[in-house]
């Protein structure tokens, strides 16, 4: 039986990883080919061998989402090794600037440091922000996906392909307490870039849409299963549904996004959450 994406070409960035990994995966399982591209293309590269260890094709490419020229690379890359481009999902970001995926050391630093401010000078861990880091938070998650969706269109309009476009903001687009204030910022602006480019691909054909995750089980919110038993009761409590999501509840929402019977969707953003967020 022919796959939900059959035949059709996937760029992933992020794709080394967490909820990138798990969309490039589901992809190729619905019978995409697929560009696997990350900044750790150790990691893109594990993504690809696992693709092509279940018969299906992916290519692996080192990106910065933050160049210009690494994004026309890779959207190129589809088109030379795979002759096309239907479908880009840009799963590429950082949730503050040190953050490196896999490495939990910094993430701790962050959180403690900013806890033990807010709790002893209250509103200065907001005016002592550095300036710096918040250019870097939204330098990938929010130029990186600019400059993504930039490069594939271009190649889709080449070709005049109608094809479909994912980004990926978070619940911190809309809701406050979700994450650092220059990761906030950046998905609230992802989710606007999302709707102002629907607008402008929509007489074109290309659908652009956003998926808007709670809280998924990645290297991103790791430090969540540091806590204790009691806190991450309290913490699951939160969630209707009681657990965090798994990458492949994100990559499934993708998977419909970009599929046929997505057709009238554009402009739209979905929040597989739990219940976390409700509107
Ligand atoms: N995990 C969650 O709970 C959650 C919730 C909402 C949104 N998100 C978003 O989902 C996306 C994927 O995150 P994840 O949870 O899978 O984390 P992750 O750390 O597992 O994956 C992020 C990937 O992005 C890559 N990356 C980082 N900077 C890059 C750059 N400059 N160029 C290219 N690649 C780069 C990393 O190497 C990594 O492979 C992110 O945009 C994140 O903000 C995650």
């Not at 896999?102 to 861990?125: C, F, H, M, Q």
């Not at 190649?155 to 406050?176: D, F």
């Amino acid at each position: 039986m022919a796959g939900r994406l059959q035949d059709k070409v996937t760029v992933v960035t992020g794709a080394g990883n967490g909820i990138g990994r798990a969309t490039a995966l589901r992809f190729a399982e619905e019978g995409s080919s697929v560009i696997v591209a990350d900044i750790q293309i150790d990691k893109a590269d594990e993504t690809v061998q696992i693709i092509e260890d279940n018969g299906g094709n992916a290519k692996s490419i080192s990106v910065d989402v933050t160049s210009g020229a690494d994004n026309d690379a890779m959207a190129e890359l589809a088109v030379s090794q795979f002759g096309g481009l239907d479908c880009l999902v840009t799963a590429a970001g950082i949730s503050h600037a040190n953050y490196v995926s896999g490495d939990i050391e910094p993430d701790i630093k962050s959180i403690v440091e900013n806890r033990a401010t807010y709790l002893e000078r209250p509103g200065w861990e907001f005016v002592e922000a550095d300036p710096d880091s918040f250019d870097k938070v939204l330098n990938v998650n929010l130029k990186g996906t600019l400059l993504g969706m930039q490069s594939c269109a271009a190649q889709m309009l080449e070709s005049g392909t109608r094809g479909s476009i994912v980004t990926i903001a978070s619940i911190a687009a809309k809701h406050p307490d979700a994450g650092p204030v220059a990761y906030t910022v950046s998905k609230a602006g992802v989710w606007m870039l999302t709707k102002k480019v629907a607008r402008m691909l929509g007489p074109v054909g290309i659908r652009v849409n956003s998926i808007g995750p709670g809280f998924i089980k990645t290297h991103m919110t790791a430090v969540i299963d540091l806590m204790d038993e009691s806190e991450a009761v309290a913490f699951n409590e939160m969630i209707p549904l009681g657990r965090r999501g798994e990458p492949v509840d994100i990559a499934n929402a993708a998977l419909f996004l970009c599929s046929d019977e997505a057709s009238y969707f554009t402009g739209e953003i979905l929040h597989p959450d739990g219940g976390f967020f409700t509107e």
